[in-house]
Antibody, heavy 123, light 108 residues
Framework: QVQLVESGGGVIQPGASLRLSCAASGFIFKDYGMHWVRQAPGKGLEWVAF????????YYADSVKGRITISRDNSKNTLWLQMNTLRPEDTAVYYCAKDPCRRGAGDCSLDFWGQGTLVIVSS | SYVLTQPPSVSVAPGQTARITCGGN??????VHWYQQQPGQAPVMVVY???DRPSGIPERFSGSNSGNTATLTISRVEVGDEADYYCQVWDSSSVHQVFGTGTKVTVL
């Protein structure tokens, strides 16, 4: 069965950097695009970023563009989110999620989600 | 950027039908997906491509999409359906995924 396990969250000071990881199993990771989605406390879902199956295309939400980088290593079945210059408004649970469309362009649904990792940006 | 609007809350009695709307400009021309999020849990997809159900999702969950409104319908509502629900589409002009504002379903 598909499993997505995020890690790397924690309490971090404004302006610092953090890298989140998502370990994938139960499917052929190298064939599927992946997303990051976040949810601030008590708020709705906000899409953050997408990376195509082979890393050839990456898309970012306007709110994080220039500060966040999505990447993947298909040999390690791992997805990352590098977050720089963190702000208090980046405080959220960060979910990785799988795109169901094999070798797709990122325009499908998000069929499986991890349990999320909490990032708190505070001094 | 493309905006999806949902009612903040919907209340329904057990056994009745809940309808959750998702409004967007000409949303009928897009594929709409729906997610259920129980308190403290990750979202789970309940409908994709307007009206298809993933494996394991009860037939009580159905979707439709036309004009400027997509609708998630939950028939014969159960206490366990109490959750937040989000619609989602792909916006090709911005190459962004877009989520709706979310609807809290309360089972009375």
């Amino acid at each position: 069965q598909v499993q997505l396990v995020e890690s790397g969250g924690g309490v971090i000071q404004p302006g610092a950097s953090l890298r989140l990881s998502c370990a994938a199993s139960g499917f052929i990771f190298k064939d599927y695009g992946m997303h990051w989605v976040r949810q601030a406390p008590g708020k709705g879902l906000e899409w953050v970023a997408f990376i195509r199956f082979d890393g050839s295309n990456k898309y970012y939400a306007d709110s994080v563009k220039g500060r966040i980088t999505i990447s993947r290593d298909n040999s390690k079945n791992t997805l990352w989110l590098q977050m720089n210059t963190l702000r208090p408004e980046d405080t959220a649970v960060y979910y990785c999620a799988k795109d169901p469309c094999r070798r797709g362009a990122g325009d499908c649904s998000l069929d499986f989600w991890g349990q999320g990792t909490l990032v708190i940006v505070s001094s | 950027s493309y905006v999806l609007t949902q009612p903040p809350s919907v209340s329904v009695a057990p056994g009745q039908t809940a309808r959750i709307t998702c409004g967007g400009n000409n949303i009928g021309s897009r594929r709409v997906h729906w997610y259920q999020q129980q308190p403290g849990q990750a979202p789970v997809m309940v409908v994709y491509d307007d009206s298809d159900r993933p494996s394991g999702i009860p037939e009580r969950f159905s979707g439709s999409n036309s004009g400027n409104t997509a609708t998630l319908t939950i028939s014969r509502v159960e206490v366990g359906d109490e959750a937040d629900y989000y619609c989602q589409v792909w916006d090709s002009s911005s190459v962004h995924q877009v989520f709706g504002t979310g609807t809290k379903v309360t089972v009375l």
